[in-house]
């Protein structure tokens, strides 16, 4: 069946009570609030890897790489490349089985640029995961300036299957500290891809990286309020700490000359300004990161993830913030 006929309306205008809550009881709108208000129940997500490189690391851009990406690509819980889909789906299946509640996955596309290979080799890769009877979505991260028509076309086919996303790295809007994390595009060639990928009916999630090196507590919801004005072509937003990891170029210029990183409590209190500054319909995907613990250099609190939550569970509530609380649409 095309799981098409079987997603709700779940816009969070109808979804959010007139006391700012949405069905999950959070005060934002969560990735779970929506799935399960989209598919009725959680969806897990499956790391996958598709065996593909990234142009801002295999020299065609010359950069030697975004400076914060470990060396699995930001993929180090995919499965092992040299399995096939469905053994990776498989695997990752039976990783995830002690806590899994429903009976449907997100295969993930997470490690590396994820479109950058041939138009033939992608349609086979994710035509696999796509046609898997327990994959209910297909989620790609890649790069905006790996995007090409023929690509952007093939992704629009599979979404008429099942939904598609396309996880897209912002980072920051910030050009300045853009060069210096080594993005590899400007913020023109972001904002194409969002609205091709839009205008072919794929769903868009953006990912932000919050403590960047220089980056005021300003500058950083700036990026914050570009994305928020982006809506309705972005969807949906991953918010992160920097983590400073082992064998990347960051955690050799740290290692070098320690540069400021976020307290929980400062990052605690960003996090309360972005949220209120985004739109109500707009999925939050992450509030927080899950580097690997034997890669985190600093800051060394977010390896204690209970803690984290707790802590923002008890500011979130003391604080009465509510998602949109500070956002001003900029559409006529």
Same mark, same amino acid.
């Given at each position: 069946?095309?799981?098409?006929?079987?997603?709700?309306?779940?816009?969070?205008?109808?979804?959010?009570?007139?006391?700012?809550?949405?069905?999950?009881?959070?005060?934002?709108?969560?990735?779970?609030?929506?799935?399960?208000?989209?598919?009725?129940?959680?969806?897990?997500?499956?790391?996958?890897?598709?065996?593909?490189?990234?142009?801002?690391?295999?020299?065609?851009?010359?950069?030697?790489?975004?400076?914060?990406?470990?060396?699995?690509?930001?993929?180090?819980?995919?499965?092992?490349?040299?399995?096939?889909?469905?053994?990776?789906?498989?695997?990752?299946?039976?990783?995830?089985?002690?806590?899994?509640?429903?009976?449907?996955?997100?295969?993930?596309?997470?490690?590396?640029?994820?479109?950058?290979?041939?138009?033939?080799?992608?349609?086979?890769?994710?035509?696999?995961?796509?046609?898997?009877?327990?994959?209910?979505? $297909?989620?790609?991260?890649?790069?905006?300036?790996?995007? =090409? &028509?023929? %690509? #952007?076309?093939? +992704? @629009?086919?599979?979404?008429?299957?099942?939904?598609?996303?396309?996880?897209?790295?912002?980072?920051?809007?910030?050009?300045?500290?853009?060069?210096?994390?080594?993005?590899?595009?400007?913020?023109?060639?972001?904002?194409?891809?969002?609205?091709?990928?839009?205008?072919?009916?794929?769903?868009?999630?953006?990912?932000?990286?919050?403590?960047?090196?220089?980056?005021?507590?300003?500058?950083?919801?700036?990026?914050?309020?570009?994305?928020?004005?982006?809506?309705?072509?972005?969807?949906?937003?991953?918010?992160?700490?920097?983590?400073?990891?082992?064998?990347?170029?960051?955690?050799?210029?740290?290692?070098?000359?320690?540069?400021?990183?976020?307290?929980?409590?400062?990052?605690?209190? $960003?996090?309360?300004?972005?949220?209120?500054?985004?739109? =109500? &319909?707009? %999925? #939050?995907?992450? +509030? @927080?990161?899950?580097?690997?613990?034997?890669?985190?250099?600093?800051?060394?609190?977010?390896?204690?993830?209970?803690?984290?939550?707790?802590?923002?569970?008890?500011?979130?509530?003391?604080?009465?913030?509510?998602?949109?609380?500070?956002?001003?649409?900029?559409?006529?």
């Amino acid at each position: 069946m095309d799981v098409h006929t079987e997603t709700k309306n779940t816009a969070a205008g109808s979804c959010r009570s007139t006391e700012g809550m949405y069905p999950d009881g959070r005060p934002y709108y969560s990735l779970n609030a929506w799935l399960t208000g989209c598919f009725g129940e959680k969806l897990y997500k499956l790391a996958l890897d598709g065996g593909m490189t990234c142009p801002n690391r295999d020299g065609t851009l010359g950069t030697g790489g975004c400076i914060f990406c470990s060396e699995g690509g930001s993929g180090d819980f995919a499965e092992p490349v040299h399995a096939s889909i469905n053994d990776q789906i498989e695997a990752a299946k039976a990783r995830v089985a002690k806590k899994m509640t429903g009976n449907r996955y997100i295969a993930y596309f997470q490690s590396y640029t994820n479109t950058y290979a041939p138009v033939s080799y992608l349609e086979n890769l994710f035509t696999q995961a796509v046609m898997h009877p327990d994959i209910a979505v $297909l989620s790609i991260a890649t790069r905006p300036d790996c995007l =090409p &028509d023929d %690509v #952007i076309a093939l +992704l @629009s086919r599979l979404n008429r299957i099942k939904p598609v996303w396309v996880e897209l790295g912002l980072q920051t809007v910030h050009e300045e500290s853009a060069r210096f994390i080594r993005r590899g595009y400007p913020l023109s060639v972001f904002s194409l891809s969002v609205k091709k990928l839009k205008a072919a009916g794929i769903t868009v999630i953006v990912h932000v990286i919050l403590g960047l090196p220089g980056e005021t507590k300003e500058m950083m919801l700036d990026t914050v309020r570009w994305v928020a004005a982006f809506r309705p072509s972005i969807d949906g937003v991953k918010l992160q700490l920097l983590n400073v990891l082992k064998n990347t170029k960051l955690g050799e210029l740290y290692e070098k000359e320690p540069f400021p990183v976020l307290s929980m409590e400062e990052y605690i209190s $960003l996090l309360l300004c972005c949220i209120r500054l985004l739109p =109500p &319909d707009m %999925v #939050i995907h992450r +509030l @927080s990161g899950d580097g690997p613990k034997r890669l985190l250099i600093a800051p060394q609190w977010v390896a204690n993830k209970k803690l984290f939550l707790n802590t923002f569970t008890k500011a979130l509530r003391e604080s009465g913030c509510r998602q949109g609380d500070w956002f001003v649409s900029t559409s006529s």
